[in-house]
């Protein structure tokens, strides 16, 4: 009974709330200590109440990011929810920047093929509210005069992931920060050299066995469930996220990451 009051009515709402250090090849020195709040699969809809997801925002902007980014999965098939959590992500009054992910296209299904509807609106809403949409797309900002690029991509699920396209213009040998919702992207995305993915999806698994790990997860590398991993070129982050899908978390807390960036 206790465990059980444990995993639906505690952890799922006990944030992770955690400092990452990311070292960075040939990162301009006016990068270092970049600060970017990752907050991923909010899951805005009739299970995850609003008022966890403005605590989330909340701590978020509280870290004092120079940038915050979403990697998808801001809702769960719903139209609904979608003005609150433009509303929510406004309010952090702070540089947004959002990808997409399964969850985020067609209103019916977790696997959505050609079907956008719900995308389209969304980054109508997402726009309006001054976040920065990115399907497809990469868009250059400056520090102190130096040119750095965020990148986002389309959910792997839908027929429109390219990375191809997403990463066309990005000059070569620029730091580059990739949002990918789900971590299966990785290999698509490695002959583009970003220097940092930062994915989602997963959500750790929800439900860990201590010393074993998540039993069930959505992805196919299972071994990146969560956390920091090095690659041949760069970094991925899989967060576990905010929200849920199940009502229920145990060894598996939502976290809200703060990545600060290094010269390596």
Request: with cysteine; charged share 20%.
């Given at each position: 009974m206790?465990?059980?009051?444990?995993?639906?009515?505690?952890e799922p709402f006990w944030f992770d709330v955690k400092q990452v250090t990311v070292p960075v090849a040939n990162l301009p020195s006016v990068l270092e200590g970049f600060r970017i709040a990752h907050l991923?699969?909010?899951?805005?809809?009739?299970?995850?109440?609003?008022?966890?997801?403005?605590?989330a925002c909340a701590i978020a902007a509280?870290?004092?990011p120079d940038i915050v980014v979403v990697t998808g999965d801001l809702v769960t098939h719903t139209f609904d929810?979608?003005?609150?959590?433009?509303?929510l992500l406004k309010s952090m009054n702070l540089p947004v920047f959002v990808s997409f992910g399964n969850h985020d296209?067609?209103?019916i299904s977790a696997f959505p093929g050609r079907v956008t509807v719900l995308a389209d609106m969304m980054q109508r809403e997402l726009e309006h509210a001054g976040c920065t949409v990115l399907r497809n797309r990469s868009i250059s900002l400056t520090k102190s005069g130096v040119r750095f690029w965020i990148t986002g991509l389309e959910d792997a699920y839908s027929s429109y992931f390219h990375p191809p396209t997403a990463?066309?213009?990005?000059?070569?040998?620029?730091?580059?920060?990739?949002?990918?919702?789900?971590?299966?992207?990785?290999?698509?995305?490695?002959?583009?050299?970003?220097?940092?993915?930062?994915?989602?999806?997963t959500h750790g698994g929800q439900v860990r066995?201590?010393?074993?790990?998540?039993?069930?997860?959505?992805?196919?590398?299972?071994?990146?469930?969560?956390?920091?991993?090095k690659l041949p070129y760069g970094h991925l982050y899989v967060s576990r996220g905010v929200g849920f899908l199940l009502h229920a978390r145990f060894w598996c807390r939502p976290e809200i990451p703060l990545m600060v960036l290094k010269r390596a």
């Open positions: 206790a465990g059980g009051v444990y995993a639906t009515q505690i991923t699969d909010l899951h805005a809809s009739d299970t995850v109440p609003l008022w966890h997801l403005e605590k509280d870290l004092k929810y979608v003005d609150a959590v433009a509303r296209y067609s209103p990463f066309a213009g990005k000059s070569a040998g620029e730091t580059t920060i990739c949002l990918s919702h789900n971590p299966d992207t990785v290999e698509d995305l490695l002959p583009h050299k970003p220097d940092l993915i930062l994915s989602g999806h066995v201590p010393f074993l790990g998540a039993p069930i997860l959505p992805i196919f590398h299972r071994q990146r469930d969560q956390g920091l991993w």
